[in-house]
């Protein structure tokens, strides 16, 4: 019996060593994980390809806010030292605080950039996930690295290969931009010769939709996703603007201002089977769906300035949300179903974004001093980011941010002054 025991005791460790580590983002006791990605190997011919991989694997992780990355000039093993888990002398990367640890290879293989990855657990002394991976860029390889080893730690979906549309005034029009969630690899969609704004993804990428003045008066308008081929949804009244597609694209929720009133109404995805949903004879605007379909939040100034409201996707038990502010706008629904992200002016008469609990009410700030306008939130599909526009720096350019709001990266805008934007859905 004693023996038994003794045996016991000796493998409890090794079971605990074998066992995968999770980071549960979303709990109290969350911190980041602190993660070594070391300079990466190169095949013949690419060197710059593994620079420009491992560069951008590093600022898509460090962007998540789940890892910490330790500084490579801290690292204390041999960097020549191999691929394998017992050519890897683990204490050493123990020693500057790791507890994961990526290395990987990256070749050419004709016109794709390929990449053998490899993750370790530094206090189990074993590798992890062993992976090879290929795309047509090597900042396409780094997006799918960083999805898989996202997904390995916190069992989510990456969300690196998703795109961020924005609207932006251009030459002579309005340019609908697709670019990666870092801002880079931007490409024009479409170009609009008229007013062009409030951009929407069908849930399936496929297609976008905007407000759009082309007739002289606003429509909702869609653009087909990769070619950029436009469709008229919905002309209704004296505008129909603000189209948002429920959850599973079956439906639109949108605003239109018939006979001098503003309402909510929805319809199906093709445009037919218009319904009107509120008839307050106060304004009502910007609907948003919850992630099961059953909600819709939308502003309104029925209690005599903008506020947040919610009610059932059929039009009943509306009930006001947010209470304190004056001037309440821009709600989206986090996939989460846990938030509700909106603008607001504050007393200072600046514009900041805010999150509000759907069911308690409770509101919390994700900007502050930080321009005169932050606006416009838009949630990442997994709702543990959010890109939203904003004055600060001078010029309105893109931010992501955490809901927290301790972690905010400016994206690159090659000049151009994109205003609202839109994160799209998961890639297949």
Do not use: C
Not at 25 to 39: E, H, K, N, Y
Not at 268 to 294: C, H, M, Q, Y
Not at 360 to 376: K, L, M, P, Y
């Amino acid at each position: 019996m004693k023996k038994t025991l003794v045996a016991l005791a000796l493998l409890v460790p090794s079971l605990a060593l074998a066992q995968r580590q999770y980071i549960d983002v979303g709990s109290p006791d969350f911190r980041p994980l602190a993660i070594a990605v070391t300079p990466f190997s190169a095949g013949p011919a690419a060197q710059g390809d593994a620079g420009e991989t491992l560069q951008t694997l590093r600022d898509d992780l460090s962007l998540t806010g789940t890892f910490d990355l330790l500084d490579p000039r801290s690292f204390l093993a041999d960097a020549s030292e191999g691929l394998a888990a017992t050519a890897i002398r683990f204490p050493r990367w123990a020693d500057v605080g790791a507890e994961g640890l990526v290395k990987a290879v990256v070749k050419r293989e004709g016109t794709a950039v390929a990449g053998e990855l490899h993750v370790y657990d530094v206090r189990g002394g074993r590798e992890v996930l062993n992976q090879v991976l290929r795309d047509t860029t090597a900042r396409g390889l780094a997006h799918r690295m960083a999805d898989e080893i996202v997904k390995y730690y916190t069992r989510e979906p990456g969300i690196f290969r998703t795109r961020i549309a924005s609207i932006r005034k251009g030459k002579g029009g309005w340019e609908i931009v697709l670019s990666d969630v870092d801002g880079r690899s931007a490409e024009v969609l479409r170009r609009e010769n008229s007013i062009a704004m409030l951009p929407s993804w069908r849930p399936d990428g496929g297609e976008i939709l905007i407000t759009s003045y082309r007739s002289g008066r606003p429509e909702i308008w869609g653009i087909r996703v990769p070619d950029g081929t436009p469709r008229l949804v919905i002309s209704l009244g004296d505008l129909a603007s603000g189209a948002v597609y429920s959850p599973d694209g079956k439906r639109i929720a949108f605003t239109a201002s018939v006979d001098g009133n503003s309402d909510v109404y929805v319809a199906s995805a093709d445009g037919s089977g218009i319904r009107r949903l509120t008839s307050d004879p106060g304004v009502d605007t910007s609907p948003t769906w919850s992630p099961d379909g059953k909600r819709i939040a939308f502003v309104s100034n029925r209690s005599g300035n903008p506020n947040i409201y919610v009610m059932d996707a059929d039009g009943s038990n509306q009930k006001r949300l947010t209470f304190k502010g004056s001037y309440n706008q821009t709600p989206r629904w986090s996939p989460r179903g846990d938030q509700i992200a909106f603008t607001a002016r504050d007393e200072r008469k600046a514009f900041d974004v805010f999150l509000v609990s759907p069911d308690g009410g409770r509101v919390t700030r994700v900007t502050q001093d930080q321009g005169r306008t932050n606006e416009e939130p838009s949630w990442a599909p997994n709702g543990r980011l959010l890109v939203l526009s904003s004055d600060r720096g001078g010029k309105r350019q893109l931010v992501v941010a955490n809901p927290a709001g301790d972690r905010q990266r400016a994206l690159p805008s090659d000049g151009a002054s994109p205003a609202a934007a839109a994160w799209g859905p998961y890639r297949p």
